[in-house]
């Protein structure tokens, strides 16, 4: 992440030397381009355009609320979105629940604008973490790449677990498995996953001595030797994940939540899963 701004209103230009925009709060206006901008990605269906629809009317019916945060890129006409909230029950977590751009000009560093004052409005807000759930559909796929194009050396995961082949199979329980990429140019050696329970203690560690430049490699709390993490005794929950590479690295990571919804006895049948991203520790 940059400096966090001081302005919430900031100035941007795109890569590619678009006409200087502002990237702004909301508007009662900004409603009727954004729906159509969502249609157009051709990414959403009609209930999740609702949803999104949903979110912009809750923020400005209601200025006072502190749950979404909207800001919109004019460049003279609305070129782009992203909406952001506290993440719930945590105290420096935020989702970044949307992020679009027109269609007509993807490429040209709008989305990566967004995305940055995104991460620096959140950093002057005290947050430390950005999570941006994503779908594993093909629909999704130009997003997916979106949030690969960039690397970083550090990156953190929450919400990770692991359990038991017994609860796992019987579904009480799920698994956490982490795909990391080094998407730099060049070898990268002696990358660490630290597990973390719910107070924040390292509780083990998995070391991948090598990733070759454009390989993935995977990990799961099974690799730092525990069989149980991330559950208490106490019927809490919690785990995270920190990945650290060496100086100058790239990498991106995906955590996928599996469930097992159905098994033969031994091994599981039929899985339900959910990804999302690991993203940069400021």
Known sequence: MNAPSNNPT???????????????????????????????????????ID?????????????????????VYDDG????????????????????YWIA????????GIGRALNAHAEELIRS?????????????SRYDKTRNFYVKAGYEELALPYVRYTADATYLGGTRQRV????QNVGGSDVSDVTVEYLDKNGVVVGTHT????????????????????EFGYYDDN???????????AGSQLVAIARVNTCTANNGSACTTLAGEDYNAMPVP
């Open 10 to 48: 900031a100035t941007v230009k795109s890569a590619h030397r678009l006409a200087e925009a502002a990237i702004r709060p909301l508007q009662p206006t900004d409603i009727q381009p954004l729906r159509q901008l969502l249609t157009e990605t051709e990414v959403f269906n009609g209930d999740e």
């Open 51 to 71: 949803i999104a629809l949903e979110l912009m009317h809750a923020v400005l019916d209601n200025p006072d609320q502190k749950d979404y945060i909207i800001r």
């Open 77 to 96: 006409e609305v070129l782009g979105y992203y909406c952001i909230g506290p993440t719930p029950a945590t105290t420096s977590t935020f989702d970044l």
């Open 101 to 108: 751009t027109k269609p007509s000009v993807q490429g040209k």
């Open 125 to 137: 807000k005290g947050g430390t973490l950005v999570i941006a759930e994503t779908s594993s559909t």
């Open 177 to 180: 498995f982490i795909a990391i």
């Open 208 to 227: 991948i001595a090598s990733i070759a430049a454009g390989a993935k490699a995977n990990s799961n709390a099974s690799n730092a030797g525990l069989t």
């Open 236 to 246: 809490t929950f919690g785990g995270s994940v920190i990945i650290t590479g060496p």
